[in-house]
Structure formats: structure tokens, C-alpha cells
């Protein structure tokens, strides 16, 4: 018992060891919304009142950061009977610091901010970020941080099975050792997995001191709407009220859309006889003198096949990409693998095939997230007709579809995917996160 109470006590001091950090001096000339004005001032963003209003709150945010230290609090989170706590559970509650009652104690509020595609949550989100003079900070896609926490439980339980009591609080040492500013982009739940732990996973996030500012399409109370056993994950709603500032941008402008004049001809006809042509053509300049073959992707000690690359590039199918039972993870691989994905035959999508259109939307937002560039061909008119229920069903109304999460997020791929074919996002430098970087040869497509 001596050493459960030393090893307990031990871990207790090295993780507030760990988040002594340097007080930092606010500066007002190099605040999030000073930088947000003199951007207007400079002509890089348009003046916009929603816009201005965030960037207040995220400007209070970095003031009240300024003397914010994480304090670590113990946090009951009742998922489990007294009958079923372990020894080890039962003798670390007698060292809590606090009584359930105190368990949040008095900490700048989390921001939690919604609104439609292309408002600029993200856009101000980053100012906010990058204005922060802190190295324990990170800004990473929501799904993203999810695989990786589940990756990190894996090793976790595979690599110490004396943590096994405790291996969420373990875990989430671990985050918090690197980090206790966390900024997620695109906050929202669709796998089941997720939903089932994410109430517990941010009760001991918030508990021992993190900071959030979160972007979404989607209000607190919409997310992960009627999802597989939603009942498991509608405590978490409550405690992302309590603990952030929720915020509606309240804005239908989509600036994405505004100013992508020239584009480059990213997307074809599939109904086209001669689209299989130019697109063997296309393919021929970027990856000469090299041959495609096939290759093997390492997910996780998973395997998948990328059927045809090279130089930098893959090409697969809409069926064989988002037909089959891909994840995250995969997604994720292939656009940090490659700079530019070749994605044939997008068909018409309708509210049937909702597996589909989710990983569509889940593919669209990992290449976008690693700049990926996308040439498609596709058997509808526009973006927009991939998947347009209200237009393909005139039975069918818009209340229909406000529980569908696809329908909502939808709006976000269109909208990212019309910004995909712009010269701007042309220019943009590859983001890898491996090691086998190959050469951007985008420049030949000018």
C-alpha cells in the first residue's frame, strides 16, 4: 500500500512540475484583435461586425490567459457504481484537493464557437493561436485529436499494465504534460467510438486545467444528433455549457467563396466520354518519367492499398475510397502521404447513402486540412449536385433533414471544395506528417 500511495504521490507533483510555465506580459500591439485590425487595415480580411465580436471575446481570452496557471483538481465522474470502483480508485480518493462540489474551481472560461462554412471561425481561431506567446499550446483538427488519444490509450494499456486503474487520467497527464491549450477546428462527433468516451475524456481535460476554444458547424445541444446510443453521450452537452462560452457567429457570408476568380481546371465531366482521356493525360504530365504502381499505407498495423501512384500522387475511385469501410485514420494517411489525390467518378448521393457521404465529407476535410490538392471527375453539374437531397426529392423539406449531421456538414465540403479549385489554394505548400516527403510538381498544371 506504501508504494501505490508514494507512486500516486509521486505522479501527483511530477504533472505539476511539469505546468510551472513563464507568466507572459500581454502586449496590446500584438493582441488577437489589434492583429484582426490592422489585417482589415491592410486589406487582407474584409470588416465584419460577427467577425469583430469574436475577436473581442478571444482578445478577453489571451488577457485573462496572461497570469493562468493549470491547477490540477480531482474529478468524480460517476460512470461507474461504488460497487464496481477498484482498490486503487477507493485509496487515490482520499487525496483528492477538492470536494465534488469544488471540483472546477475559478479558470478563464473555454470558448466554444459555431456558425456556418466559411464565416471565418477557423480564420480568427488561428489569429487567437498564433498570438499566443506560450509553447504549451496546439491547434489540431478535432478528429485528428481523437485518433491520436485513441492511439494513445492503445499504447498506454499495451506498454504499462499497472496503469490500467487509472489509464484515462494517465493519458490525459500525458496530453497535459505537452499541452494545456487546445485549439479544435471542426468540433464534431460522427463515430460511435468518440461518442461513448468523450464525457469522461474532457471531465479530467477540464479538471486538470485545460483551455479550449473550439470551432463547429453545429450548437452544443445538435451535436452527434441521433447518433448510435446518443443517451451515452448527452451528459457531455451540459458540461460544454458549463465549462465554454458558447458563441454563434450568426453569419450565412461565406468568404471562401469570395475573391477565387481563375481557377485551374481541377474537376471533369465524368459523363463525358473524353474525360478518361484528358485525365490519363493529366496524370502522364505530373508523374513523367515515373511509372504508377501500387503501394501499402501502415495504419496502425493495418494495411491498405493505394492502387495506382506515384511521384507524389494517388488515384483511386469514389467506390473505392468511400464505398468501403475506411476510417479516419486512413483518410488521414493518405492525405499526408500524397500532395495531390486524383478522385474519379463522384456519383449523384442521396440521403440512402449517408455512409458514403460521411466519408466523403471526412476525406475532403483531411486533404483540405494538409493543403492536398484534388482533381475529380464527377456525374453531376457542380459540387453543390453531389449531394443536394432537397433538389433530388421534392417531397422532401428542409425539417426533414435539420437531425441529419451529413446535411449540415455538407456545406462545409461544398464550400471547401469550390475553394479547392482556386489558385490560391493551388499555392499553398503541401502540409506532410511523414517522413517520405515528395516533391509538390503542381507547378506544372500552370
Known amino acids: 500500500m506504501n508504494r501505490i500511495v508514494l507512486s500516486y504521490s509521486f505522479r501527483r507533483l511530477w504533472f505539476s512540475v511539469n505546468h510551472n510555465r513563464t507568466i507572459y506580459t500581454a502586449q496590446n500591439e500584438s493582441s488577437p484583435l489589434q492583429i484582426y485590425r490592422n489585417k482589415i487595415k491592410a486589406y487582407e480580411l474584409r470588416s465584419d461586425p460577427r467577425q469583430e465580436k469574436l475577436m473581442s471575446m478571444l482578445n478577453k481570452l489571451y488577457y485573462d ?32 484537493t477538492s470536494n465534488t462540489k469544488n471540483d472546477f474551481v475559478e479558470r478563464p472560461k473555454s470558448l466554444y464557437v459555431y456558425g456556418g462554412a466559411g464565416c471565418g471561425k477557423s480564420l480568427l481561431m488561428d489569429v487567437f493561436f498564433e498570438c499566443m506567446p506560450i509553447k504549451e499550446k496546439r491547434r489540431v483538427h478535432f478528429n485528428s485529436f481523437m485518433l491520436e488519444f485513441h492511439n494513445r490509450m492503445h499504447r498506454v494499456r499495451s506498454n504499462n499494465a499497472a496503469v490500467s486503474d487509472d489509464l484515462l487520467g494517465s493519458v490525459v497527464e500525458e496530453i497535459l504534460n505537452e499541452v494545456w491549450l487546445l485549439c479544435f477546428d471542426e468540433f464534431m462527433v460522427l ?17 486538470k486545467g485545460m483551455i479550449m476554444v473550439a470551432t463547429s458547424n453545429r450548437p452544443p445541444d445538435d451535436l452527434y444528433y441521433r447518433g448510435i446510443n446518443r443517451e451515452y453521450f448527452i451528459p457531455f ?3 460544454l455549457h458549463k465549462m465554454c462560452t458558447v ?3 450568426d453569419s450565412s457570408t461565406d468568404y471562401r467563396l469570395i475573391g477565387t476568380q481563375g481557377h485551374v481546371q481541377t474537376v471533369f465531366d465524368a459523363r463525358r466520354s473524353e474525360t478518361a482521356s484528358e485525365l490519363d493525360a493529366l496524370c502522364k504530365r505530373l508523374t513523367s518519367p515515373f511509372k504508377p504502381e501500387s503501394a501499402t499505407l501502415d495504419i496502425n498495423g493495418r494495411n491498405i492499398t493505394v492502387p495506382w501512384q506515384a511521384r507524389g500522387i494517388a488515384k483511386f475511385s469514389f467506390d473505392e475510397l468511400c464505398r468501403h469501410e475506411y476510417f479516419s485514420a486512413d483518410y488521414i494517411a493518405i ?26 465529407i471526412i476525406l475532403v476535410d483531411e486533404l483540405y486540412n494538409h493543403n492536398t490538392k484534388l482533381i475529380l471527375s464527377m456525374s453531376v453539374d457542380t459540387v453543390k449536385d453531389i449531394f443536394n437531397p432537397l433538389k433530388n426529392d421534392p417531397n422532401l423539406k428542409r425539417e426533414d433533414l435539420l437531425t441529419m449531421d451529413e446535411f449540415h456538414s455538407f456545406d462545409r465540403t461544398i464550400s471547401r471544395l469550390v475553394e479547392m479549385q482556386s489558385k490560391e489554394y493551388l499555392a499553398k505548400p503541401k ?13 506544372q498544371l500552370q
Open 65 to 96: 490567459l496572461q497570469t493562468y496557471e493549470p491547477q490540477t483538481t480531482h474529478i468524480e465522474t460517476a460512470t461507474l457504481p461504488d460497487k464496481n470502483k477498484t482498490l486503487f480508485s477507493k485509496l487515490t480518493n482520499a487525496f483528492k
Open 247 to 249: 458563441h454563434n457567429m
Open 191 to 207: 463515430d460511435i467510438g468518440d461518442a461513448m468516451i468523450i464525457k469522461r475524456l474532457f471531465e479530467h481535460l477540464f479538471a
Open 431 to 443: 502540409r506532410f506528417s511523414n517522413q517520405n516527403k515528395s516533391p509538390d510538381e503542381w507547378s
Open 335 to 360: 492525405a499526408s502521404t500524397y500532395h495531390t489525390l486524383i478522385l474519379t467518378d463522384i456519383p449523384k448521393l442521396n440521403i440512402e447513402q449517408r455512409d458514403r457521404v460521411r466519408r466523403f
Open 237 to 239: 452537452i451540459p458540461l
